[in-house]
């Protein structure tokens, strides 16, 4: 299975609502490594990276309107770009 790494920046009402240990939570379930953190902006970014699946499947977890995976806060957008994965390890919140 090839591996990948994302980074995503996720626009919305995402930070003080949960949303980065939802996200955690998600990418432990998915067996990725990475982290999210909130941004000055108002934004939450979040690096993962792992099996491609794993990955694709938190990108649209991190989409899906409305959330059917009791997703806290409400997200706007989602900005992803791919790269080669740099081992990262566990999942962490920023």
Do not use: C, I
């Amino acid at each position: 299975m090839p591996k990948t790494r994302m980074t995503a920046h996720v626009r919305g009402h995402v930070q003080g609502v949960g949303f980065r240990w939802w996200t955690r939570s998600r990418a432990l379930e998915l067996g990725l490594a990475g982290y999210a953190k909130n941004l000055v902006d108002g934004r939450v970014e979040v690096v993962a990276e792992g099996d491609a699946l794993g990955v694709d499947k938190l990108k649209a977890l991190l989409e899906e309107q409305p959330s059917t995976a009791n997703r806290p806060g409400r997200v706007d957008g989602v900005q992803a770009q791919y790269s080669e994965p740099k081992g990262a390890t566990g999942f962490e919140e920023r």
